[in-house]
Every structure is written in C-alpha cells, then in structure tokens.
C-alpha cells in the first residue's frame, strides 16, 4: 500500500477536514455567545460533537475499513469521543475563559493533543 493511502495518512485527511469543519464550529458558536462567561468550554463542546459525527462517518468506513458491529464500534467510539470532549473542554475552559489564553493557538495546540490519543484509540480499541 502507498503511504498516501495508509490508515495513517487516510487518518490525516479525515483529520484536516474535521478540523477546517470543527473550528469553523467553533469560531461561529463563539461569536454567537457572545459575552456568555463559558463561551470556549461550551464552543468546543459544540465543535466537537459535530467533528465526532463526521469522524466516525469517515474513520469506520475508509481509514480503518471496519465492517459489522456497528454498534459496538459506535458505543466504542461515542465512549472514546466523550472522554476527549471532556478532556478537550476542560483544557479550553481552564486555559483561555480562566487564564485568558488566545483561544486560536491555544485550541490548535489542545486538539493536537486529543488527535494522538484518539487516534491510538481507535486504531487499537474501537476499530
């Protein structure tokens, strides 16, 4: 197999769109909550829910070719995506509603984070 066809670099580009998706999520529902005290915690919840949606589409399918189960895989998976959610949150929350970090590099550098661990995840637990 061609490296640019490997389940790494199919993750990748199942990654850059959920990414360009996710922030642009995330960019919107800030602007929409305006003044609101936990507006990154709650941006990102929102940005991640619609990114996990279009990862599991994605991921299951062409990255990592599994077939049946689906509903295990998906119940796998919603488990995995929640615990990164949280995580992701929280990391969002503390650093810029509380520290007034940017939100742009330091969202960046948060899901850089949560993108190795959930791709060690599926790879080795969900998929």
Request: aromatic fraction near 18%.
């Amino acid at each position: 197999m061609p490296p640019w066809n490997s389940p790494v670099a199919r993750f990748i580009t199942v990654g850059i769109t959920n990414t360009a998706l996710s922030y642009a999520v995330f960019v919107l529902a800030l602007s929409l909550l305006g003044g609101y005290s936990y507006r990154a915690g709650v941006a990102q919840m929102a940005s991640y829910g619609l990114g996990s949606a279009w990862s599991f589409y994605w991921n299951r399918g062409w990255t990592f070719g599994a077939e049946g189960r689906v509903l295990r895989q998906a119940l796998r998976f919603t488990f995995v995506q929640g615990l990164l959610l949280m995580a992701s949150s929280a990391l969002m929350s503390v650093t810029v509603d509380m520290w007034s970090w940017p939100a742009a590099p330091t969202w960046i550098t948060v899901m850089a984070f949560i993108t190795v661990l959930n791709y060690l995840s599926l790879k080795y637990w969900v998929f």
